[in-house]
């Protein structure tokens, strides 16, 4: 049999973790739920009563059920040890550098560059989200794009006529086109990392997947969108350019020409969609 | 002809016995295993995904309803809650579930 492979010692810095006791029984499901309810818990702190509520009703409810399961001791031994788990991920997550990640900033000014909303900064922008600790150590090496077209308002240039395309289409937007972009929406939605979660659990419904099938999928999923997108915004923050909305605007001179939606901050470079997949 | 299926017969039935007796070995093996490697009886293969779909259902709503945050935020409940499920769960099932 292979070992056993724990993800501590190969995510960055994640800390040891409780172990269970040898020889004893744990129900999983329940380890599980006392883990993830307080991992969400943790993760959505403004979240409205109704939802706070709603966290604890489904904890509540799912180890009511497991309860007819096992012996008392058992479910105890395992709720124990998912909140015990849970606090050490929580407490590694908070040293992850998300506290920082909207620490003032400057955008820079001028016609190649994104232009924010608002000064300072909205809370949405996160311009040092690309400072994140990395999940996977190395896992932005080679990662970096490098720089996007040479912004230019020559008609002629290759940027101009990029732009020039981005308009065109939305002069002609088809009806099925206009409903597969409001699809794949972000925001207002379930977001965009809301997305994966919406479609790994599609898939796990689907072929009927066990405990061990979810747990490695949501784990790996997690980690992959995790990291792609510190490494995006890195991009984003170091070359600040132009949206289009911007330039449509101001250089194709439709001053009131608008997106089918808002499509956000900041820079457009690099899109977060191509560097996550959707 | 009855010599011949009387010694199959024989061969079958010893080579049964030899494969039942091998089977409860290995059964021992895990059992002993189990009590001393941190693994448990029953293994986290065993349960179905429900507990996970649930939690991913409400995580939905949550992101959902939250106001105000970078929508790439939402990539630390994501990524955090399944790493938090992968070790909560039993190890046993990760020795075939590698990440």
Same mark, same amino acid.
């Given at each position: 049999?292979?070992?056993?492979?724990?993800?501590?010692?190969?995510?960055?810095?994640?800390?040891?973790?409780?172990?269970?006791? %040898?020889?004893?029984?744990?129900?999983?499901?329940?380890?599980?739920?006392?883990?993830? /309810?307080?991992?969400?818990?943790?993760?959505?702190?403004?979240?409205?009563? #109704?939802?706070? #509520?709603?966290?604890?009703?489904?904890?509540?409810?799912?180890?009511?059920?497991?309860?007819?399961?096992?012996?008392?001791?058992?479910?105890?031994?395992?709720?124990?040890?998912?909140?015990?788990?849970?606090?050490?991920?929580?407490?590694? %997550?908070?040293? =992850?550098?998300?506290?920082? #990640?909207?620490?003032?900033?400057? @955008?820079?000014?001028?016609?190649?560059?994104?232009?924010?909303?608002?000064? @300072?900064?909205?809370?949405?922008?996160?311009?040092?989200?690309?400072?994140?600790?990395?999940?996977?150590?190395?896992?932005?090496?080679? %990662?970096? @794009?490098?720089?996007?077209?040479?912004?230019?308002?020559?008609?002629?240039? =290759?940027?101009?006529?990029?732009?020039?395309?981005?308009?065109?289409?939305?002069?002609?937007?088809?009806?099925?086109?206009?409903?597969?972009?409001?699809?794949?929406?972000?925001?207002?939605?379930?977001?965009?990392?809301?997305?994966?979660?919406?479609?790994?659990?599609?898939?796990?419904? =689907?072929?009927?997947?066990?405990?061990?099938? /979810? &747990?490695? &999928?949501? #784990?790996?999923?997690?980690? %992959?969108?995790?990291? &792609?997108?510190?490494?995006?915004?890195?991009?984003?923050?170091?070359?600040?350019?132009?949206?289009?909305?911007?330039?449509?605007?101001?250089?194709?001179?439709?001053?009131?020409?608008?997106?089918?939606?808002?499509?956000? &901050?900041?820079?457009?470079?690099?899109?977060?969609?191509?560097?996550?997949?959707? | 002809?009855?010599?011949?299926?009387?010694?199959?017969?024989?061969?079958?039935?010893?080579?049964?016995?030899?494969?039942?007796?091998?089977?409860?070995?290995?059964?021992?093996?895990?059992?002993?295993?189990?009590?001393?490697?941190?693994?448990?009886?029953?293994?986290?293969?065993?349960?179905?995904?429900?507990?996970?779909?649930?939690?991913?259902?409400?995580?939905?709503?949550?992101?959902?309803?939250?106001?105000?945050?970078?929508?790439?935020?939402?990539?630390?409940?994501?990524?955090?809650?399944?790493?938090?499920?992968?070790?909560?769960?039993?190890?046993?099932?990760?020795?075939?579930?590698?990440?």
């Amino acid at each position: 049999m292979p070992a056993y492979q724990s993800l501590v010692g190969q995510l960055t810095e994640m800390p040891a973790l409780p172990q269970t006791n %040898a020889g004893q029984a744990y129900h999983w499901a329940v380890s599980a739920n006392n883990a993830l /309810a307080a991992i969400n818990r943790y993760m959505f702190p403004a979240a409205s009563d #109704a939802n706070k #509520a709603a966290i604890d009703s489904l904890e509540t409810a799912l180890n009511n059920e497991y309860s007819t399961e096992t012996t008392p001791e058992t479910i105890s031994r395992s709720v124990t040890f998912g909140k015990a788990i849970a606090e050490e991920i929580i407490n590694w %997550a908070e040293s =992850d550098g998300y506290l920082h #990640a909207n620490d003032a900033y400057t @955008p820079p000014t001028g016609a190649a560059f994104w232009v924010p909303p608002t000064l @300072p900064l909205p809370k949405t922008s996160t311009p040092y989200w690309g400072n994140l600790r990395l999940l996977v150590p190395g896992s932005n090496n080679n %990662a970096q @794009p490098g720089a996007p077209i040479s912004c230019s308002e020559d008609p002629s240039s =290759d940027f101009y006529k990029m732009v020039l395309q981005v308009y065109d289409v939305s002069q002609t937007l088809t009806p099925e086109q206009t409903a597969m972009a409001l699809y794949w929406r972000d925001v207002p939605g379930v977001t965009t990392p809301g997305h994966y979660v919406s479609i790994i659990k599609q898939v796990l419904i =689907d072929s009927n997947a066990t405990l061990d099938k /979810a &747990a490695l &999928a949501y #784990a790996l999923g997690g980690i %992959a969108v995790y990291d &792609a997108v510190v490494s995006c915004w890195k991009t984003k923050y170091q070359y600040n350019l132009v949206r289009p909305i911007t330039y449509i605007r101001t250089v194709l001179g439709h001053s009131t020409w608008t997106p089918l939606y808002n499509a956000g &901050a900041p820079g457009v470079f690099i899109c977060t969609c191509r560097c996550i997949g959707c | 002809m009855k010599k011949n299926i009387l010694v199959n017969g024989l061969i079958l039935i010893l080579l049964l016995s030899a494969c039942k007796k091998d089977t409860q070995i290995q059964t021992n093996d895990v059992i002993l295993s189990a009590k001393t490697d941190h693994r448990h009886l029953k293994q986290t293969n065993m349960y179905s995904s429900d507990v996970a779909i649930k939690w991913m259902n409400l995580q939905l709503r949550l992101m959902t309803a939250t106001t105000g945050v970078a929508n790439v935020a939402f990539v630390r409940p994501y990524a955090y809650s399944g790493i938090a499920l992968y070790e909560a769960v039993d190890p046993v099932c990760q020795r075939t579930n590698r990440l």
